[in-house]
């Protein structure tokens, strides 16, 4: 699961939505496998359980109702991103064709002389504009929707308060963020993209760093898990996969909403494992297990540092693209909008235009990306803690808001876990072939 700090941080950064979400998602409540190869009777263990009869078992516990909910809301979720979208673009050529883009420039200009400063002031007044311009969409799909669906527990007093948090952070990393760009771009103008990836990774790099430290606890109370019968049986789990971990984290995150999940944050030397409340109140024992194994197996299996080397080329490549498209569209309507070329400030609505659309039309693979690394941290979960069917009824606590059996296509674009159905089987195809001979 990714972590509640980590996206709202996020969205207020919204330069730095799509490159950083991937990385953040590393972090992952239990998933399930990738559809894969269909199970036969040929599958069945010599004792005769049959893998599929036993995942269509579990997926009957589920009523009819509480399914067509959570089908309801994950493909809610599919034209929320849409809507998102555009709703972005929308505001990002408003910004630009009404020349308030430029008024901001100007304005900030008139303000202080010093370039970097500059950039500074143009990311703070662009940011308060772009946040209440999207406010009707955010709350909505932050608030009103997830509370239609019962996921959330927040009055609306507290929830703006963490969205007003949220925005705060946003101004301090991204102005940090974009001087350095903009100062790249300035210094090296036809070999920006380039330099100007490596700048974003290093950020990104930063960002995740200091996460567990600074960002989450500004959302959650974070505190050493005590409750031996639990804690003893996970350290258990992490020495015996080589985890040098001496505390296990619990979150609060029943103040903001009822999900389930557990994630993994951090990266040099920030790393902790951590799970939330909801997790600890609702699930067995055995569950648990199965949880924190597949969040050691994203540790154990160095996810965050491949994630990166996977987003550090993904940003070149938008960046890439962004070089190319900007001067293309500036050409045609940059005098209209007043904006100058790509080292222009006031051009950053449409840079973000371009890099949401870069990634917009790469969520399949960013999905892709994370949801390999989300089947390889099942296996390696199953394979520690030895619980599937532990697994299996953790996978249908996570069917509360996920889509539990996908189509194989819906599954590959819009599932950055796999599916409630894929995950199951897999835990009953490892039981299949562990169960005592007969
Ligand atoms: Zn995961």
Redesign the pocket.
Known sequence: ?KSRGGRIVLLAVGLWLPVMMPALV??????QMRGGRPATAADSSPAGFDPVAATEAYLAKVSPDQRARSDAYFEGGYWLQLWGFLYGAAVAILLLATRLSAGMRDLAVRITRVTVLQTALYWIFYLVVTTVLSFPLSVYAGFFREHKYGLSTQTFGPWLGDQAKGLAIGAVLGAVALMAIYAVIRRAPRTWWLWGAGVSLVFVVFTIAIAPVFIEPVFNKYTPLTDKKIKDPILRLARANGIPATDVFVFDASRQTTRVSANVAGFLGTQRIALNDNLLNRCSLPEIESVMA??M??YVLNHIFKSLVQIGLLIVAGFAFVRWAFNRVGARWGSRWAIGGIADVAGLPLLVLLLSVFFFVLTPVTNTMIRT??VE?DIFGLNAARQPDGEAEVALKLGEYRKLKPGPVEEFIFFD?PSGYSRILMAMRWKAENLPER
């Open positions: 699961m590393v972090a992952g409540g239990p998933d597949h969040e197996g994203h690394q989300e941290a876990h």
